[in-house]
């Protein structure tokens, strides 16, 4: 029976194979993905290979780069591309393969060429801008027309961010004390979370798109391969295709992203958003005062034209006035000598009533006196007739008692009295006894 080798044997075979089949170095291309540099200086990632448009990776091996490497190859790349080797980065690098006993295969990196990078993502971001394009959704969001004052702000922004800071303290404190109204819905803004957390808060604005009128997405300064995470399609896609229009500032002088092209308005800077979101509210100020202006002119003007029309229609009431005095003062005076006319014939019937009816009182006033005498008369008569001494000189007499109160009875002579007996020329006393 043949004996077997032991583990170690197997290893070392493994590693001559190797160096005897393979070249010392070789230029390949993968994407990052995990990265970590211990404190030592070594960096220690894990490499992949994924086809387009899959998420499952077809290759994956260990890589290392020794510190004395890391050193200087990191600050190079980031002054090249403007960016730190980082997670889903794709990468050309110089690698010579290795085999150890106890950490097996792995590739040990030695250069690497940045200018690859910058291409891998130019090509990336010009195919994701082609198929925008043919989806015809590349300007969608710049057709939504913004809202004459932006006051009610949707922000996307890691709320650590220095860019987000900035961007509020420039809106909260603006020159002109407008006030905004702004709801943070936190997001990454760098890394492999970008995506998912943009479109996720995407979507929670989305249900409360009547509480905004717009969306802004912001974040600070950074390197230019920083951009690569918003030269994404979801990202992208979803920005266009948003009902309300979306302002980004995420920080870029010279490039934009994806997402800054398929904005309704991109800026550079979160401070610049906040500037032009105020420049918005100021212009609608200025042409409001403007417009009052224009109102108060227009006011003054048609006071002034009313005031003249006033001053025209007085002068005109005015010399109608005189007018009218003066006709009426005619008027006043005809009649006036109609109504001394017409009193002086009143007068003149009246007198001539007065006189008629004082001839006629008078005539009835001596009728009255003449039938009143004839009562008189009658009356005086029958006094006449009725007086005592009428009567005593026809043969009559009166009888009284000694105290001159008449006797009409015999029953009122008393026993032992005196009576007196009354003559038309003269009286006796008797004595009754």
Not at 7 to 23: C, F
Not at 30 to 54: F, M, T, V, W
Not at 305 to 312: E, G, L, N, R
Not at 377 to 385: G, N, Q, R, Y
Request: aromatic share 8%; proline share 3%.
């Amino acid at each position: 029976m043949e004996e077997g080798i032991s583990l170690s044997e197997l290893a070392k075979l493994i590693e001559q194979g190797l160096q005897k089949s393979l070249q010392p170095s070789y230029w390949i291309v993968a994407e990052i993905s995990e990265i970590q540099a211990n404190r030592n200086g070594h960096c220690y990632l894990e490499l992949i290979e994924k086809p387009e448009d899959e998420q499952n990776p077809v290759a994956k091996m260990r890589a290392i780069i020794w510190a004395n490497v890391y050193k200087l190859m990191d600050p190079y790349f980031e002054s090249e591309t403007g960016s730190h080797l980082s997670v889903g980065m794709k990468i050309m690098v110089l690698v010579s393969v290795t085999y150890h006993a106890l950490y097996g295969l792995s590739l040990l990196i030695t250069d690497i060429n940045p200018v690859y990078t910058i291409g891998e993502d130019e090509q990336r971001r010009l195919k994701i801008i082609r198929q925008l394009e043919e989806e015809g959704i590349m300007d969608l969001n710049k057709e939504i027309p913004l809202p004459t004052v932006i006051q009610r702000i949707a922000v996307i922004s890691s709320p650590t961010a220095a860019g987000f800071q900035d961007f509020m303290n420039q809106l909260n404190y603006n020159q002109y004390g407008f006030k905004f109204s702004t709801t943070l819905f936190p997001a990454a803004m760098q890394g492999v979370d970008v995506e998912s957390s943009i479109v996720s808060q995407l979507d929670a604005i989305f249900k409360r798109e009547g509480e905004f009128d717009a969306v802004v997405i912001i974040r600070g300064g950074g390197a230019r391969t920083d951009l690569r995470w918003f030269d994404n399609y979801n990202i992208a896609a979803n920005v266009a295709q948003f009902p309300l229009p979306v302002i980004t500032g995420i920080g870029h002088d010279k490039d934009q992203s994806i997402t800054d092209l398929v904005a309704n308005t991109s800026l550079k800077t979160p401070t610049a958003v906040a500037e032009f979101i105020i420049s918005t509210a100021a212009e609608y100020a200025e042409e409001l005062e403007c417009y009052q202006e224009k109102i108060k002119d227009i006011y003054d003007e048609i006071i002034e034209k009313q005031k003249q029309t006033i001053q025209d229609f007085m002068s005109r009431v005015l010399q109608s006035m005189k007018i009218v005095m003066l006709q009426t003062n005619s008027v006043l005076k005809e009649y006036q000598n109609k109504i001394q006319y017409a009193s002086v014939v009143r007068l003149n019937e009246r007198k001539n009533d007065l006189s008629n009816l004082q001839q006629r009182l008078k005539e009835l006033c001596n009728r009255q006196l003449f039938v009143q005498q004839k009562a008189l008369d009658l009356v005086e008569t029958k006094i006449i007739a009725k007086n005592p001494e009428t009567i005593l000189r026809q043969g009559y007499t009166i009888t009284t008692d000694d105290s001159g109160e008449i006797i009409k009875s015999v029953t009122q002579i008393p026993d032992s009295k005196t009576i007196v007996t009354h003559f038309s020329d003269g009286e006796v006393t008797s004595h009754i006894a």
